[in-house]
């Protein structure tokens, strides 16, 4: 059940406090509380609840509030409890009216917010204020440049950079070895036997052996080993098989003799599954002698997670999501996301209809590596007057022009705005290692994360424009000064106070 909130948003002056005082309007968290449309999204948010039946809900303030402070300050679940708990800004950007000392959830709670709010709704509100930003900055220039009339009469015309590119957001697993994993999936299907075994009504029956500790020191044998050869990892891969055959036959013997695999748990059974299609695709691997296979699982507790060859320096394949992003005027958007790979030059054509919808007119340019540069979507982009940044098919020419290497150049220098947002996701945030388990709750902390990161630069560029206006004065006044009778000290110490 949820009850909407009598007032989503509070003023900071109306935050009370125990020992009185008010919470200053210039504190990043009240300035981003004012820049997020809480109320406008309660409602799509309320929809995933029953209006009658089961415990009230928390609000969707208190929700996504919480995801990004998470997100923001880059600590855990139980911290990011704690912190609210200690601290009265963020408990105003919670939605909170006064201050208390008790926390407000339990640190489980997290993992449900992820789970009911969904990458399209992150992601429509991504665009939601960075849209209110842009329309407010359109209209101070229309009216300083143009008049109504001349605006009804000519339409808007192409404008602005887009920039494109993909990249992945590696999950939290260790990395993936074929030996590994058989040993994994064997430890699991023991404990599935021990489970099955102790829940037999006739004890008679004698316990299958499954030789786990000869199969323990069969793989460490091999696994701590600094480079095995290609024969002993073979034979070593082969015996984990055999071994997993063996037990996987022991529990059909155990279920006909009246086990029930009601006795496990969901996750358990889930593992189960995963162990068999583990013990399919490995089989089928090391008697063709091959090294990849549709639909690779890499993980035990992560089935979902597939390997993502990029050719990165030092990262040639990387486990985890791979998305594609749009990057203008430095907010970047999370636009396509999958746990498979894919060949991001299909997202173009969309990518650039979504900026055409939240802007009303196309991009003067589009900025992308040389996997976009299909003839279908130059020819695409072509028809609707957008310039696509590259050289042009065909032979290189042999004399370039001055101006071509410098458009080139230029092409190049915008696109980095890009790998510097993916830069600051992955060092700064946790799009560099995603800590949620389940495939939805990673997805919708990735999209929380390109949330932050345009809430941060909007706050940022608040603070300079701040700084720009408080500079601007103290140079006015500074050079007043510098005329006027004021004795050189006073003069020197507000020259230095005025310096950037």
Same mark, same amino acid.
């Given at each position: 059940?949820?009850? #909407?909130?009598? =007032?989503? @948003? /509070?003023?900071?002056?109306?935050? !009370?406090?125990?020992?009185? +005082? *008010? %919470?200053?309007? &210039? ?115 229309? #009216?300083?440049? =143009?008049? @109504? /009339?001349?605006?009804?009469?000519? !339409?808007?015309?192409?404008? +602005? *950079? %887009?920039?494109? &590119? ?120 090391? @008697? ?5 296979? !549709? ?206």
């Amino acid at each position: 059940m949820y009850r #909407k909130a009598q =007032k989503q @948003e /509070t003023a900071a002056e109306d935050f !009370e406090l125990p020992f009185g +005082g *008010k %919470l200053a309007s &210039d504190n990043r968290w009240v300035i981003m509380a004012e820049m997020i449309p809480w109320s406008e999204f309660e409602a799509e948010y309320a929809a995933i609840f029953s209006a009658e039946m089961g415990a009230p809900a928390k609000t969707f303030r208190m929700a996504l509030g919480a995801l990004i402070i998470k997100e923001k300050l880059g600590i855990s679940d139980r911290e990011t409890v704690e912190q609210i708990r200690e601290n009265p800004y963020l408990q105003y950007f919670i939605g909170m009216s006064c201050y208390s000392n008790n926390a407000p959830f339990d640190a489980s709670m997290l993992v449900h917010f992820r789970e009911r709010i969904d990458i399209k709704l992150v992601n429509k509100l991504n665009r939601e204020i960075v849209k209110q930003v842009l329309e407010s900055k359109e209209e101070v220039e229309v #009216k300083s440049k =143009k008049s @109504e /009339t001349e605006d009804l009469k000519n !339409e808007p015309t192409n404008r +602005g *950079k %887009l920039i494109l &590119d993909a990249s992945c957001a590696p999950a939290d697993i260790s990395y993936p070895t074929d030996l590994g994993l058989l040993n994994q999936a064997r430890k699991h299907t023991e404990t599935i036997i021990d489970i099955l075994y102790n829940s037999l009504l006739l004890k008679s029956i004698k316990k299958p052996r499954t030789y786990r500790n000869i199969a323990r020191k069969n793989y460490l044998l091999v696994a701590k080993k600094r480079k095995p050869t290609i024969k002993e990892r073979r034979k070593a891969i082969k015996r984990q098989l055999q071994y997993i055959k063996r037990n996987l036959v022991h529990i059909q013997q155990l279920m006909e003799l009246g086990a029930s695999l009601f006795n496990l748990s969901n996750r358990q059974y889930k593992k189960l599954l995963v162990v068999a299609e583990i013990y399919r695709q490995q089989l089928w691997l090391y @008697e063709n002698k091959k090294i990849s296979i !549709e639909d690779r699982i890499v993980s035990l507790n992560q089935p979902h997670i597939r390997p993502i060859v990029r050719g990165k320096a030092g990262k040639k394949v990387e486990f985890g999501a791979k998305l594609s992003a749009s990057c203008y005027d430095g907010y970047v958007f999370l636009d396509h996301i999958s746990w498979d790979n894919f060949n991001e030059s299909g997202d173009l054509k969309s990518q650039v209809e979504a900026y055409k919808k939240l802007h009303g007119y196309y991009p003067q340019s589009v900025h992308v590596d040389k996997i976009y540069r299909t003839r279908d979507n130059r020819s695409w982009c072509q028809e609707r007057g957008i310039r696509i940044s590259g050289p042009p098919l065909g032979r290189p020419p042999k004399n370039v022009s001055p101006e071509k290497k410098k458009q080139a150049r230029e092409d190049e220098l915008i696109r980095n705005s890009i790998e510097g947002k993916f830069g600051q996701g992955k060092r700064r945030f946790s799009l560099g290692r995603v800590m949620a388990k389940l495939p939805h709750t990673s997805v919708t902390a990735i999209a929380i994360t390109f949330l932050v990161m345009n809430l941060s630069t909007l706050v940022s560029r608040l603070f300079w424009e701040f700084l720009c206006q408080f500079f601007n004065i103290t140079s006015f006044f500074t050079s007043f000064i510098s005329k006027s009778d004021v004795p050189f000290d006073c003069r020197q110490q507000k020259l230095i106070f005025a310096l950037p």
